[in-house]
């Protein structure tokens, strides 16, 4: 998720539920929120840099209680001035902040490491896509028509003695829990119209569908058989039916020395443990070959900002002259 989003989601949720806060509060709840995605400047460092942190440490268990712990130091450092807020009635709404921050991203497809370093396993229900529009309509809706009501109302000379936007503020949070929840149940029936199909006359040995920025009511499918990896968008509105004859399927490579020895290899192993469907592709170089490794999620969901793969050279007698996960953005994929 968007760090607006996060950021939208923690002042809502401070207006919903923890009222009548003062501003040091508010920003406190706010850092904690985002705070998570500290991570994403990982990406400056290179592609290696961007696969080890992004969304492990700072999303993890351990990396969330860091987190409330550096938002109870900024809210104290910058309230410093006045009365500071106590710490039982202050912990309570950092942590929230900061767990939901984990939650939503969790509910994405790009996986989240919540039990690191104790284990590298990202999870990733596939529910939400990176950059959700309508969460974010509904959060500005939830905070800014409030105020516009309460400005109406103070020119009237009308007074309201109720905290400032929580109506709003909870309605929109209603909201987008119903809005998860229906996303839940279209995804549930998107990967069930997926399974029991034939894909180039091969059974499915695997399935994901993953959510479309705009649409419900549209996922895109993701297939594995024996030969083949395939995507097809799967209709989940009433009164549509899937056609698993629509499928785009690219053959897998042929087994091969090369590709054996370069799957091997620690980068190769750490990519396929953490991408879900990784493709190899196979092509021939002066001195060897060349196998890349990219994940049919990425292509899936269109995603064309820091998707990442994995390239391994192979020199001859099939030895190891060159592994690295690179940026597919920098190189022309065949």
């Known amino acids: 998720m968007d760090a607006a989003t996060h950021a939208l989601t923690s002042f809502a949720l401070t207006r919903g539920f923890f009222p009548n806060r003062r501003w040091p509060a508010i920003l406190g709840i706010i850092f904690a929120g985002t705070f998570a995605d500290i991570d994403w400047f990982s990406a400056w460092f290179g592609p290696a840099a961007y696969f080890t942190a992004h969304r492990t440490f700072t999303h993890s268990i351990p990396g969330t209680i860091l987190v409330i712990a550096l938002a109870v130091l900024f ?34 497809s790009e996986g989240v490491a919540v039990l690191r370093p104790f284990s590298g396993k990202r999870y990733a229900p596939d529910l939400l896509p990176s950059f959700d529009l309508w969460i974010l309509a509904l959060l500005l809706a939830g905070i800014f028509i409030p105020e516009l009501f309460r400005l109406v109302s103070s020119e009237i000379g009308a007074k309201d003695k109720r905290p400032r936007g929580r109506n709003g503020a909870l309605i929109a949070l209603a909201l987008i829990a119903a809005y998860i929840g229906a996303r839940a149940i279209l995804h549930a029936n998107s990967v069930a119209a997926l399974d029991p199909h034939s894909y180039k006359g091969e059974s499915a040995r695997s399935v994901a569908a993953y959510p479309d920025s705009l649409s419900l009511f549209t996922w895109h499918g993701v297939v594995e058989t024996q030969s083949y990896l395939c995507q097809v968008p799967v209709p989940a509105g009433l009164g549509k039916s899937f056609d698993a004859e629509s499928a785009d399927c690219l053959h897998k490579p042929e087994p091969s020395p090369e590709l054996d020895v370069a799957q091997k290899t620690k980068v190769a192993q750490a990519y396929i443990n953490a991408m879900p469907f990784p493709r190899a592709t196979v092509s021939r170089t002066p001195d060897g070959s060349e196998i890349l490794l990219r994940s049919m999620r990425d292509a899936a969901e269109n995603q064309t900002r820091h998707r990442l793969g994995a390239r391994i050279l192979v020199g001859p007698q099939l030895k190891i002259s060159s592994q690295e996960l690179i940026w597919l953005s920098d190189i022309n994929i065949r």
Do not use: C, F, M
């Open 75 to 108: 809210t104290r450092y910058i309230s410093r001035k006045d009365q500071p807020e106590p710490l039982p009635p202050l912990l309570l709404p950092l942590t929230v902040a900061a767990a939901l921050h984990v939650l939503l991203d969790l509910l994405q």
